[in-house]
């Protein structure tokens, strides 16, 4: 138990500077730092749900979407996402169209980032600090997380206004580049089975987050819970798992199935969707294997192409309000969520606390 002039006497905000200023990130750390401690409470709920983890696979649909870029299949396909992801907020697809050898590429790009001489990688490190970068890694939410979390972040953007090609590191940029394009390709698919209003959502920022071993996995965590700020992510995971979902009271594994990508639907498509489809808690524990796990999103958010085709002009209209489609609101299901902005969102996606 700490005692009181110990916990006086910690400057944390010293720690996280000194952390900050390594330009390192957490890959290679024998022993974690204070500030990624969570708090004795946020620990106990950690290890109880780990009991009452549930690794039934039945619970989140593989979707084979073979065929959903014919006109004729569409029905049958839109038909096969039945509860998930109205109620569960996820689901995996596979036959998507994208081939494992990309899948691959992608999960051994980011690995091979994070796995570059410190001195290489510190010439990224950043986030959202100054987010005129294109790309950028990190450990994100040392700053305003009350603990942070073992993981390291790369972050690229990706449209509608696009990080100069030469922005990304060399030899990842034809990896980040096929994932992006496939990406795209995908989520307006899926956007478009979903829910055809959607079509204005094409602000995209891809990440890759590396989740080295953790010497203290019980302390700590990978990614704490919580819900996806934007629209809709599509999330690549490597053969460890170790992503998992809230379903009801219990946490239940989403389980790497080779060549599949898991669809998690976030806030944005909750609210514009009036509650139809809902954006659910999810967390990945801090990693206690050697091996280092690999996970790679593209998350999609609200622009307003359609309205104003230059992609960087949608910037400057931060007061456009979102919220509820018209056509979903009726006196049965009055407007569930009030009206936001662009500059509301925006903001509460930079400054969100992942606990
Ligand atoms: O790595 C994972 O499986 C989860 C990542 C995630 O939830 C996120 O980046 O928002
Ligand atoms: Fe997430």
């Known amino acids: 138990m700490m005692t009181v002039t110990e916990a006086e006497s910690y400057d944390r905000a010293k720690e996280v500077q000194q952390f900050e200023e390594s330009k390192i990130g957490v890959n290679g750390i024998t022993t974690i730092p204070r500030f990624f401690i969570h708090p004795p409470d946020a620990l106990s709920a950690i290890r109880r749900s780990k009991l009452n983890t549930k690794p ?73 600090r100054d987010r005129s970068r294109g790309v950028s890694f990190s450990n994100v939410d040392i700053f305003h997380s009350t603990a942070a979390s073992w ?6 953007r990706r449209g509608p206004t696009l990080p100069e090609l030469d922005e990304f590191p060399e030899i990842r940029r034809r990896e980040a580049l096929e994932w992006s394009q496939h990406g795209k390709q995908l989520g307006e698919l899926l956007m478009g089975l979903l829910m055809k209003e959607m079509t204005f959502i094409d602000g995209r920022m891809m990440i890759g987050n590396y989740y080295p071993y953790c010497p203290q996995p019980d302390l700590t965590v990978g990614i704490p819970f919580h819900t996806d700020p934007g629209a809709l992510a599509i999330l690549l995971q490597d053969h460890h798992g170790g992503l ?33 489809y809902k954006s659910m808690d999810h967390r990945a524990l801090a990693n206690s ?65 992942l606990d």
């Open 151 to 156: 993981r390291d972040t790369l972050v690229m």
């Open 56 to 128: 039934d696979p039945d619970i989140i649909p593989i979707i084979d979407f073979s065929g959903a870029d014919s006109e004729q299949l569409r029905p049958t396909i839109v038909e096969k996402i039945p509860r998930a992801p109205r109620e569960i907020g996820f689901f995996q697809v596979g036959n998507h169209g994208i081939g494992a050898d990309v899948l691959e590429r992608v999960i051994g790009a980011v690995k091979g980032f994070q796995e570059l001489p410190p001195a290489v990688k510190a010439q990224f490190y950043d986030y959202l």
């Open 289 to 353: 294997s050697r091996e280092a796990r690999v996970s790679a999103v593209v998350f999609f958010a609200p622009s307003d192409r359609d309205r104003f085709p230059c992609p960087t002009r949608q910037f400057a209209m931060p007061n456009r309000l979102l919220g509820p489609f018209p056509e979903l609101i009726s006196p049965e299901k009055p407007a569930r969520f009030r009206q936001f902005t662009r500059a509301d969102y925006i903001n509460r996606f930079y400054t969100k606390q």
């Open 244 to 276: 998992q979902c809230k379903c009801g009271d219990d946490w239940v594994d989403v389980k790497p199935v080779p060549g599949a990508l898991v669809v998690d639907i976030g806030d944005v498509f909750q609210i514009l969707s009036n509650d139809e």
